[in-house]
């Protein structure tokens, strides 16, 4: 089985992109939490305590990279986080947090890994609705808008011989939601089309998709995955 690199595995979505890609891959999960190891050994898969904001955290990951029996054939960029605040009230160490994270952090590792993922492999980055923009959330629109951005470039750089795609989640149950106001939370599945909250497995099963063989033809898209709320 060829290799898939997960970063942000620990939990949430990236977990469950990890339980999907189980039978198709061996798996290399990344994380910045130390439940990247209890959710690894639970997979089957090797864990990498690895904060991709740091040099030496790169370093970690390609390093295990090179140790690992086969090259990857694909690279899956979830690590991210919020920081959320009104624009006026927003710090500019919180602007940067977000966009070193969510967009910093994905250029880093890609531009690490790209040279070790095999002809055919791909690269599947985790932007978001909210880069449609959202109230309080000025720094993490910019961050996702940037990953579509480089999703689009790094398509372009990469053909033919890798694929690069963006899922666009809407609202996912998850941590990162969960430390939303229940009003707030409320407020956004009640305008939901589908007229429920995203799973992580609804996101997960996106990623896959866009990485198997099924999505050969698709380069430098983005997939919004939100119960139709990526319009209106
Ligand atoms: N939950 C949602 O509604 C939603 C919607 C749209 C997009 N997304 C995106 O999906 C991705 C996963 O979101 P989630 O809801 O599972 O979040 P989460 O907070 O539950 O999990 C994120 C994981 O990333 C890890 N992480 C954060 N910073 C890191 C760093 N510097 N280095 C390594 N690991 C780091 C965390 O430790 C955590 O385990 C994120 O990129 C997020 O922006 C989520």
Same mark, same amino acid.
């Given at each position: 089985? *060829?290799?898939?690199?997960?970063?942000?595995?620990?939990?949430?979505?990236?977990?469950?992109?990890?339980?999907?890609?189980? $039978?198709?891959? *061996?798996?290399?999960?990344?994380?910045?939490?130390? @439940?990247?190891?209890? $959710?690894?050994?639970?997979?089957?898969?090797?864990?990498?305590?690895? /904060?991709?904001?740091?040099?030496? =955290?790169?370093?970690?990951?390609?390093?295990?990279? /090179?140790?690992?029996?086969?090259?990857?054939?694909?690279?899956?960029? #979830?690590?991210?986080?919020?920081?959320?605040?009104?624009?006026?009230?927003?710090?500019?160490?919180?602007?940067? @947090?977000?966009?070193?994270? #969510?967009?910093? =952090?994905?250029?880093?590792? $890609?531009? @690490?890994?790209?040279?070790?993922?095999? /002809?055919?492999?791909?690269?599947?980055?985790?932007?978001?609705?909210?880069?449609? =923009? #959202?109230?309080?959330?000025?720094?993490?629109?910019?961050?996702? $808008?940037?990953?579509?951005?480089?999703?689009?470039?790094?398509?372009?750089?990469?053909?033919?011989?890798?694929?690069?795609?963006?899922?666009?989640?809407?609202?996912?149950? *998850?941590?990162?939601?969960?430390?939303?106001?229940?009003?707030?939370?409320?407020?956004?599945?009640?305008?939901?089309?589908?007229?429920?909250?995203?799973?992580?497995?609804?996101?997960?099963?996106?990623?896959?998709?866009?990485?198997?063989?099924?999505?050969?033809?698709?380069?430098?898209?983005?997939?919004?995955?939100?119960?139709?709320? *990526?319009?209106?």
């Amino acid at each position: 089985m *060829s290799l898939a690199v997960v970063t942000g595995a620990a939990r949430g979505i990236g977990r469950a992109v990890a339980e999907r890609l189980v $039978t198709r891959h *061996s798996l290399l999960l990344v994380d910045m939490s130390q @439940a990247v190891h209890e $959710t690894a050994a639970q997979l089957g898969a090797v864990a990498v305590q690895a /904060d991709i904001t740091q040099p030496e =955290g790169i370093a970690a990951i390609v390093a295990a990279v /090179d140790g690992a029996s086969e090259p990857p054939a694909m690279l899956v960029n #979830n690590a991210g986080i919020t920081r959320d605040a009104l624009i006026h009230k927003m710090e500019e160490a919180v602007f940067r @947090a977000v966009v070193r994270v #969510n967009l910093g =952090g994905t250029y880093a590792l $890609t531009e @690490a890994l790209a040279g070790r993922i095999v /002809d055919g492999g791909s690269v599947v980055n985790l932007s978001s609705r909210a880069q449609l =923009g #959202n109230v309080g959330q000025f720094n993490y629109a910019v961050s996702k $808008t940037g990953v579509i951005g480089c999703t689009r470039a790094l398509a372009l750089a990469l053909a033919p011989r890798l694929r690069v795609n963006a899922v666009a989640p809407g609202f996912v149950e *998850s941590d990162m939601t969960r430390a939303m106001p229940a009003r707030v939370r409320e407020r956004v599945v009640s305008a939901v089309p589908l007229a429920r909250a995203g799973q992580p497995e609804d996101i997960a099963d996106a990623v896959a998709w866009l990485g198997s063989e099924a999505a050969g033809y698709l380069t430098g898209q983005v997939l919004y995955v939100c119960g139709g709320r *990526s319009f209106g």
